[in-house]
């Protein structure tokens, strides 16, 4: 017991800076995400286009490729970034590829007859969005929402290949230092408390907009 109370602080510290990476991948990406799936609905084929290559690319390649490329590759063209900024622009870049899709596929269940109420009631196209469209969007995508934000938590262990000092280096370390898995089982433990918690928010909300139905 005087050994989880002796690696506790530290992996609590990395815990700290996974969750750090965590929210602000998280308060950068969904509004991006939502923001590429209405640029989806303007009808000019080029934006269109160069948004469909941006999906593809973040889709269709490792998560672990982007960060080692944002990372390594770009400083070689003269762009650098700290370790935490290039695993925020990375994950924030991934991530919101798969949330413009998830919202792409909500918007596409709204029925044309509401934009066309909205015009009759003299909404403007802001306005449209944030108080007709965006709400039931947001109840229809949530779980899939979810389902993603509880794959962010786990993806966070990616910036350990940065040197990142998270919650998994910090086990890592404590691990390869006293020659014990224990370390390891309690970052696992952390991992599934964070989970949980996403999971508890996750019902909450669900209820929140059960409304919208």
Not at 68 to 78: K, R, W
Not at 128 to 136: A, D, E, F, N, S
Not at 185 to 197: N, V
């Given at each position: 017991?005087?050994?989880?109370?002796?690696i506790?602080?530290?992996?609590l510290?990395?815990?700290?800076?996974t969750l750090?990476?965590?929210?602000?991948?998280?308060?950068?990406?969904?509004?991006?995400?939502?923001?590429?799936?209405?640029c989806l609905?303007?009808?000019?084929?080029?934006?269109?286009?160069?948004?469909?290559?941006?999906?593809?690319?973040?889709?269709?390649?490792?998560?672990l490729?982007?960060?080692?490329?944002?990372?390594?590759?770009?400083?070689?063209?003269?762009i650098?970034?700290?370790?935490?900024?290039?695993?925020?622009?990375?994950?924030?870049?991934?991530?919101?590829?798969?949330?413009?899709?998830?919202?792409?596929?909500?918007?596409?269940?709204?029925?044309?007859?509401?934009?066309?109420?909205?015009k009759?009631?003299?909404?403007?196209?802001?306005?449209?969005?944030?108080?007709?469209?965006?709400?039931?969007?947001?109840?229809?995508?949530?779980?899939?929402?979810?389902?993603?934000?509880?794959?962010?938590?786990k993806?966070?262990?990616?910036?350990?290949?940065?040197?990142?000092?998270?919650?998994?280096?910090?086990?890592?370390?404590?691990?390869?230092?006293?020659?014990?898995?224990?370390?390891m089982?309690?970052?696992?433990?952390?991992?599934?408390?964070?989970?949980?918690?996403v999971?508890?928010?996750?019902?909450?909300?669900?209820?929140?907009?059960?409304?919208?139905?």
């Open positions: 017991m005087s050994y989880l109370f002796e506790l602080p530290s992996l510290n990395g815990a700290a800076m750090q990476v965590f929210a602000l991948v998280l308060v950068f990406s969904i509004p991006l995400g939502i923001l590429v799936a209405f609905q303007i009808h000019w084929k080029p934006l269109h286009y160069l948004i469909d290559v941006y999906i593809w690319i973040m889709r269709g390649t490792p998560l490729l982007q960060l080692i490329f944002i990372y390594y590759v770009l400083p070689n063209v003269g650098r970034f700290d370790r935490v900024p290039a695993a925020i622009i990375a994950f924030t870049l991934n991530y919101a590829a798969y949330f413009a899709e998830i919202f792409r596929g909500g918007i596409a269940t709204i029925p044309q007859g509401q934009y066309e109420a909205a009759v009631l003299k909404f403007t196209p802001l306005a449209t969005v944030r108080y007709i469209i965006l709400p039931q969007v947001t109840k229809i995508v949530l779980p899939s929402v979810f389902n993603e934000v509880m794959s962010l938590v993806d966070t262990s990616l910036v350990y290949a940065l040197g990142v000092s998270d919650l998994i280096l910090a086990s890592r370390t404590a691990a390869n230092r006293d020659a014990s898995l224990i370390p089982f309690l970052a696992g433990a952390i991992y599934l408390l964070m989970i949980g918690i999971t508890i928010v996750a019902k909450k909300l669900e209820k929140k907009f059960s409304h919208y139905r």
